[in-house]
């Protein structure tokens, strides 16, 4: 019977490979997400609501943390001050984003606010699941 059970289980990545899993995922959406906010800030704008210097602003941090991310991501041996930094930095755009769509600017739309929640769910996701493979893994600092 143990071994049935065994047999149906996949075995965990490594902790190194999910801490590469969630932080590139993370850089991935970023930086594609702050690359649409670029490309797109004129377009956007009459959806959202946001404005076009706030969504191009926006979009070049995006675009450079989503780089910044996945340097992280991309080295394969890494302290965990680092990811911390990178995590708090997640866990302070979902607070900022919360504010915003709860009390910010009156020029954005439902929809705008809308999508600042979602995306703040997503990066708040993001966040936890990368903090779980931080306090897991080996306790290096840098």
Do not use: E
Request: net charge positive; hydrophobic share 55%.
């Amino acid at each position: 019977m143990a071994a049935a059970t065994q047999a149906g289980r996949r075995p965990l990545p490594a902790i190194a490979d999910r801490r590469r899993l969630w932080f590139g995922l993370d850089a991935v959406v970023t930086a594609a997400n702050g690359a649409g906010y670029l490309a797109l800030a004129g377009l956007l704008d009459g959806v959202l609501g946001a404005g076009v210097p706030a969504l191009r602003a926006a979009g070049a941090f995006l675009l450079g943390f989503g780089l910044l991310v996945g340097g992280y991501a991309l080295r394969r041996s890494t302290g965990t001050r680092a990811g911390w930094v990178l995590v708090t930095v997640n866990a302070a755009w979902v607070v900022a984003s919360l504010v915003v769509a709860a009390a910010g600017p009156g020029d954005l739309t439902t929809a705008g606010r809308v999508w600042i929640v979602l995306q703040a769910l997503v990066v708040g996701g993001l966040a936890v699941l990368q903090a779980g493979t931080l306090r897991t893994g080996p306790q290096r600092r840098w």
